[in-house]
């Protein structure tokens, strides 16, 4: 599977991202995202669950899909670090890549949820 994995045991990234029912087969919500420069894409979050679903079923897995032209748009390399965040009731979402040779400041509650750009992906705390 390709995109951003998010990990089911990130209780703070999945409440900040749109709720997806489990109930449901690989439910999934479109959402909104503006870059730095204005550029409005739509990225894919999906819950992939066969596993629940199917007999055989093998994934259980939250991802953020759609990313790929993005990241190459913007150069993204390993060792980058991904931002997303969203004003409390703002329709749409921000993002940006940081480059690895940017210091990444320390911000209060209002900082942006960030992901580490690796050979996999992993949230920086």
């Not at 739509?42 to 759609?66: A, D, F, M």
Request: hydrophobic share 30%.
């Amino acid at each position: 599977m390709a995109g951003i994995h998010i990990p089911k045991s990130d209780d703070e990234l999945l409440a900040f991202l749109p709720p997806l029912d489990p109930k449901e087969y690989n439910p999934s919500e479109w959402i909104t995202c503006v870059t730095p420069d204005g550029r409005e894409l739509r990225l894919r979050y999906v819950y992939y669950n066969n596993r629940l679903h199917k007999p055989k079923g093998t994934r259980n897995e939250y991802r953020i899909t759609h990313l790929t032209n993005y990241f190459k748009t913007e150069g993204a390399r390993e060792g980058d670090t991904f931002e997303i965040s969203k004003e409390e009731g703002a329709p749409r979402y921000l993002i940006d890549v940081v480059p690895a040779m940017q210091e990444v400041s320390e911000q209060v509650d209002e900082s942006p949820v960030r992901i580490k750009i690796s050979a996999g992906w992993r949230r920086v705390h």
